[in-house]
């Protein structure tokens, strides 16, 4: 199974994008997803996820009230907006068991190929 993420490029600060991620196989329906970036130079940190069982969703501070994650079954988004220049990372779409959490990347076995996201000042 392979996870398609999409909907990254330049955009200036305050601006809005949003990224989707797709499964070659299968949905990410009954599963666990959520959103990680890795920003230059840096280790790749975990940005939001969202719980297939108990219909929640998690955030890192850092983009708490700016972006919005939602599994619609076949497609994953992560809606972003009010962007930073801090948000500019490569940001990687990633499925998972529904008994598992969602803030580890060790939560996850199955990841999207990555899609740049950078941002302007």
């Not at 990254?8 to 305050?14: F, K």
């Not at 009954?30 to 069982?53: D, T």
């Amino acid at each position: 199974v392979q996870l398609q993420a999409s909907g990254g490029g330049l955009v200036q600060a305050g601006g809005s994008l949003t990224l989707s991620c797709a499964a070659s196989e299968g949905s990410f329906t009954y599963y666990n997803a959520g959103w990680f970036r890795q920003p230059p130079g840096k280790e790749r940190e975990f940005v939001a996820g969202s719980r297939w069982i108990e219909r929640t969703t998690d955030y890192a501070d850092s983009v708490k009230g700016r972006f919005t994650i939602s599994n619609a079954g076949e497609i994953l988004y992560l809606q972003m907006n009010s962007l930073e220049p801090e948000d500019t990372a490569v940001y990687y779409c990633a499925r998972g068991s529904s008994w598992s959490g969602v803030r580890l990347q060790s939560d996850y076995n199955t990841w999207g190929q990555g899609t740049l996201v950078t941002v302007s000042s």
